[in-house]
């Protein structure tokens, strides 16, 4: 793992309405957008130094950043980790005994392979795991 923070997911009820405020706070416009069907979410992505800020909409109640804001409301969803190699990751976590959302990776934004740390192994913040090729 080289364990750079490589972005902190923040969960918005409009996507819309949370860029126009997060481009005025950040003082720039997003570096991207992105609808990932699969995972029934839209993003937006700031560049900010070395790491990101994605703000994350859910398309569909059932999406799971949707259920995150029925539940907690709008805020930090997650903190992505970048990784080498994200299969030895999982394998290494899975050996020591972290629970995982994710034993396999998938598709997440921008092409990069993702997988999911469960929060009750993390003192209650979601871990995603993320490799770029």
């Known amino acids: 793992m ?13 996507l819309k309405e949370a860029v126009e405020v997060f481009s005025t706070v950040l003082d720039k416009e997003p ?3 992105e609808e990932i069907a699969d995972q029934k ?7 900010t130094g070395e790491s990101r800020v994605e703000l994350l909409e859910g398309t569909s ?17 997650h903190m992505a980790v970048q990784v080498d ?6 394998a290494r ?11 396999t990776p998938r598709l997440g934004a921008e092409g990069a392979q993702i997988a999911f740390i469960h929060p ?11 490799q770029h090729h």
């Open 61 to 77: 109640p059932d999406s799971p950043i949707s259920k995150f804001i029925e539940k907690r409301g709008p805020g930090i969803h």
């Open 85 to 90: 190699d994200i299969d030895k990751e999982l």
């Open 120 to 130: 009750k192994s993390t003192a209650g913040i979601l871990i995603e795991l993320q």
């Open 31 to 33: 570096e991207c957008f």
């Open 93 to 103: 976590l899975k050996e020591a005994g972290v629970r995982l959302i994710d034993e």
């Open 41 to 47: 979410i839209k993003t937006a992505i700031y560049a």
């Open 2 to 14: 080289n364990g750079k923070l490589s972005h902190i997911g923040i969960a918005v009820a409009n």
